[in-house]
């Protein structure tokens, strides 16, 4: 069962451990994104995340030391990779990481998002 509240849908069903969900906006990733994105296949979504998780720590690595035009290359590609999984905060930062590249703050955010990210996939592959 879905209920609209601020313009974001709740999702009926619980997270490992049996703590409810909250709202799709409010999780690094929306699990019923990637769930569409793979016809409900679990196996393919343990890989996908695992590929995710992969590119998006090689990303944040590689963004330390590069120049303006790498990081546009490297935001691009992961915004689409997180908008492919459902990593929408991620999606934005990196698109805002794409109009300002060098700008240290925005970096920094999407460090922490990408850190969040990752420990909510860890958390949901146990």
């Not at 906006?25 to 979504?45: F, I, N």
């Not at 590609?77 to 240290?104: H, M, N, T, W, Y």
């Amino acid at each position: 069962m879905a209920i609209l509240r601020n313009g974001y849908e709740n999702v009926a069903f619980s997270m490992p451990g049996g703590e409810p969900s909250g709202t799709r906006r409010s999780r690094p990733v929306d699990l019923s994104h990637l769930s569409l994105q793979t016809m409900g296949d679990r196996d393919l979504e343990r890989e996908v995340l695992g590929m995710f998780v992969e590119q998006a720590q090689t990303v944040r690595r590689q963004m330390a030391n590069a120049g303006a035009k790498e990081r546009l290359f490297l935001a691009h590609s992961l915004k689409g990779s997180a908008r492919g999984i459902g990593a929408f905060p991620i999606a934005e930062c990196a698109e805002a990481v794409e109009a300002q590249p060098s700008d240290a703050l925005t970096l920094k955010r999407l460090s922490k998002l990408i850190d969040e990210a990752c420990d909510f996939i860890a958390s949901i592959d146990r």
